[in-house]
């Protein structure tokens, strides 16, 4: 049945409008009273003014001896003044100003004689390290306004200035409700069928970003009449509600009509993708938004809705983002209806950010934490080309984006072996790598957005691997090959070989998963194709294509196909039987100017390190 959606309201017509409902339903904070010394982190209620002064006595603010600075005057290096023993007080630091005394000279700039007496060869001046009475806070003065973040030296400023507590804005409670018949509580070893609920936790860790807290209700079965009283009960105890799942228009998507029971909605489908299925509605002054089921959808509805609702109990205004300037590494291709949140990572090559888009759909929960930014592409735009420059929302410091090693093209494991290494060296480096095949790595060569690229590439007339497409897509250089490791590419197949598959020319004997086009290991298997005169049209699944070894390899053991071309590490990890086709060279191609970069040096002494080469033994099927 196809979906069909009440709007496909513009997303920023849809929040200002949404956040007007609220305001005008009485959607506003509540207060509460709390110690000042755990106050840090909140946001006041009211403006605090000092009820003391600080400090509220004349103190010394060094160690020496409190005088009258009228009995130095005329002290000079040639004729110093000598102060009798009961015309000087020691005084240290924070001790109250003796009476009758009005400065204090630091002990290193007095000479004790043997009868006790001081000789001072300066004159002290009035109230000379002498820290006077509202030096720094003087009673009355306004410590902090409303609606501000308390810091922890404001939190010190309150205590400073005798405000023992603090009044500040209650955290806005959002109850988040899970719904599906498929949702099960996380558990190591789901049954076929069960989905594990892992967005609340995702949305309760936002939330807390946000200055909110999530509670958490049981998962609710897709029973119209459980999702109402489960309803019915949070907007009892919360704050706002977040429905998840259920927002879409199938046929047990009850969220809309659920809210509309008890309240009113708004808006039903929102011009964005992911995150079109959103509903915006509340029930009296309680906000209640339903959720898409799918993670990254619905991150994309935190942030741009759920956020403002919180901003909104603060009374803080638009959040900020903190925006850079890039490169496009990849071509993005978009929908005129949509305004689009493309993921990317980001990294300095040369002396320009690069932003390489991450593939993965709606549920891919990991295209977010791999993403460095976010691109938005506004809705009636067709795409944007590669190399164009564009701006870029920042998911993380800048800091970390400039030290951050982009490595793209072919897909192994041992990438991550290497990214985990370098993090464990603790200075500061990362590396990210998208998986755009051995041909998006040349790409991204050419066009300077990405330091390494991963490559196997089979020349069909030599056998050789990798140098004659360096030849042929870099004619004038400026690049160089550099020897990675070798790898056995094969068949992985179910374990115990139930089809008795022996080489490539039984892929026919069941359904098979490939890889996607450009990847190298897809130009094996063509090479491979021609070879043994297979007719791909024939080979049930051929064109069902996967960016990862570890993704053909999943799809064997789970039953979606039952052949695949991988390597032998993935086949290893997911206990599935290997039959080895051939021998291969997994290698990098670096541009001239990126191998000077200190980020890539070390990228290649991990490559010949004694802890790289016993995590490829422990892989298994590698040679250095």
Known sequence: MKHQYLDNMPLEEAREKYLELLKNNGFSYKTEIIPAALSFGRVSARAHYAKICSPHYNASSMDGIAV????????????????????????????????????????????????????????????MNVRQIGEDICMGDMLIPSFSEITPTLAGALLAGGNINAEVIKKPVFGIIPTGDEIVSPKEEPEKGEILEFNSTVFSGMLSSFGAEGKIYPIIPDKKELIKATLEKAVRECDAVLILAGSSAGRDDYTCDIIKSLGSVLVHGIAVKPGKPAVLGAVGSIPVIGLPGYPVSAVVIMNEIVRYVADGWYNRGKSSVSKVKAKLGRKVV?????????????????????????????????????????????????????????EIELLKDFDKIENSLIVTGSHDPIIDEISDIMKRMGEGLSLTSTHLGSMGAITALKSSTAHLGAVHLL????????????NKYFPEGGVKLVKGVKRVQGLMVQK??????KDFSDIVKGTYINRQGGSGTRVLCEWLVKKYGIDKDAVKGYYNEEFTHTAVAAGIKNGNADVGLG??????????????????????????????????????????????????????????
Not at 82 to 88: G, I, K
Not at 334 to 351: H, N, W
Not at 496 to 501: D, M, R, V, Y
Not at 592 to 601: D, F, L, M
């Open 459 to 470: 020349d069909e007339n030599t056998g050789e691997y990798n140098k004659s497409y360096i």
């Open 496 to 501: 115990g070989n139930p089809l008795g598959i």
């Open 68 to 127: 009258n600075s009228e009995d130095t005057y005329g002290a000079t290096e040639r004729e110093p003044a000598v102060l009798s023993r009961d015309s000087f007080t020691p005084v240290d630091t924070g001790d109250p100003l003796p009476e009758g005394k009005d400065a204090v000279i630091m002990i290193e700039d007095v000479i004790f004689t043997d009868d006790g007496c001081a000789k001072i060869y300066s004159a002290a001046r009035p109230f």
């Open 334 to 390: 978009s929908s005129l209806k949509y305004e689009e949140f493309i993921r990317v990572t980001l990294g300095k090559v040369a002396d320009t950010i690069a932003a390489v888009p991450i593939s993965g759909g709606a549920g891919v929960i990991t295209s977010f934490t791999k993403a460095d930014g976010i691109l938005r592409v506004p809705q009636n735009l067709e795409g944007i080309n590669a190399g164009e420059e564009v």
């Open 567 to 624: 390597i032998y590490s993935a086949a290893k990890m997911y206990d599935l039987d290997f039959i080895p086709v051939c021998n291969e060279e997994y290698d990098f191609i670096v541009s001239e100017k990126a191998a000077e970069n200190e980020n890539v040096k070390l990228f290649f002494e991990i490559l010949v390190s004694d802890e790289f080469r016993n995590r490829l033994e422990k892989l298994g099927g590698y040679g250095v």
